[in-house]
């Protein structure tokens, strides 16, 4: 994309991804501002990514393609994911710091274990990498973004879920969405 265009779609739907960010807060279990920026990716299917830094980094090309088909809910859906990223290395952080956590310490230090072999998504050869969505750091993370999602909007069938992820990751989603029910999120 030539860096005028960059720009200017940056500027268009900047307004949409802080909306987006914004409407969830509620969800987020911390109080942090969430930092963020676009990024050309040309995979769009890579809709966002957060490191250790805690800045979500929001793949400009996937916003569009989602735009231009009217599916901007899955980009909330991985924005979602990769805020609960942040949550879960802010319990990192507290945990190792002596903090009292809201997450048990059990999970927060297999947590701590797979960032140190994380698994990535694809392999060196692009294929898809199953052992990626075995890790916990992943499984919570997609277990809380499509929790919220089926709350704010029932339906979502048209969302990414995992082939992999069966009863266990569907009673994970399901207490999530008692909790903010009882909640009254």
Not at 21 to 31: A, M
Not at 37 to 46: A, R, T
Not at 72 to 95: A, G, K
């Amino acid at each position: 994309m030539i860096e005028k265009d960059f720009k200017h779609y940056s500027e268009l739907f900047s307004p949409m991804i802080k909306k987006i960010i914004d409407s969830n807060v509620k969800f987020y279990g911390f109080k942090e501002t969430i930092r963020w920026c676009f990024v050309e990716e040309k995979d769009i299917h890579i809709f966002a990514a957060c490191g250790n830094d805690n800045i979500v980094r929001v793949n400009l090309l996937a916003v569009i393609d989602s735009y231009s088909v009217g599916d901007i809910r899955q980009v909330e859906y991985f924005l979602l994911h990769e805020i609960r990223h942040i949550f879960q290395n802010i319990m990192i952080n507290d945990f190792q710091s002596g903090k009292i956590t809201a997450i048990d310490p059990e999970l927060i230090q297999i947590w701590i274990d797979e960032k140190g072999k994380y698994q990535r998504a694809v392999d060196d050869n692009g294929n898809e990498n199953l052992n990626y969505f075995k890790q916990d750091l992943e499984m919570d993370a997609y277990a809380f973004s499509l929790a919220v999602m089926k709350y704010k909007y029932g339906d979502v069938s048209n969302l990414f879920i995992p082939s992999s992820y069966g009863t266990e990751f569907n009673d994970i989603v399901n207490k999530w969405i008692e909790m903010f029910t009882n909640d009254n999120l």
